[in-house]
């Protein structure tokens, strides 16, 4: 079914397997991820690399992608897997850990 002709095909059979668990070929999913026409089966086969080790390489991937929806999808993927540093601002802004304030007294 997944690579059936026909885009709707592709897309129900996608859709079937991400929402009841269903682990799917890597190897297929990028594939599908990369260079399927449908963006829908691009987003699909996207979300359904999460978990993947090939999740990032993909997500990176997809940033390229022509769709605004697939390119969304990758920044989210990419923002969950890599931990956004922390900014010198963002750490002033935190509660003092115990030794801070004994430091202070």
């Known amino acids: 079914a997944l690579?059936?002709?026909?885009?709707?095909?592709?897309?129900?059979?996608?859709?079937?397997?991400?929402?009841?668990?269903?682990?799917l070929p890597s190897e297929t999913l990028l594939t599908l991820a990369r260079s399927d026409s449908s963006a829908t089966v691009r987003f699909l086969a996207?979300?359904?690399?999460?978990?993947?080790?090939?999740?990032?390489?993909?997500?990176?991937?997809?940033?390229?992608?022509?769709s605004p929806f697939v390119r969304s999808k990758a920044g989210e993927m990419l923002s969950a897997l890599e931990p956004a540093p922390q900014s010198p601002q963002t750490s002033r802004n935190q509660a003092p850990t115990q030794s801070q304030e004994e430091n202070a007294r």
């Not at 709707?8 to 682990?23: F, K, P």
């Open 46 to 66: 996207l979300s359904g690399l999460e978990g993947h080790p090939e999740a990032s390489t993909a997500a990176r991937d997809a940033l390229q992608d022509p």
């Open 3 to 23: 690579r059936d002709s026909d885009e709707q095909v592709r897309t129900q059979a996608l859709y079937a397997a991400n929402s009841q668990g269903i682990n």
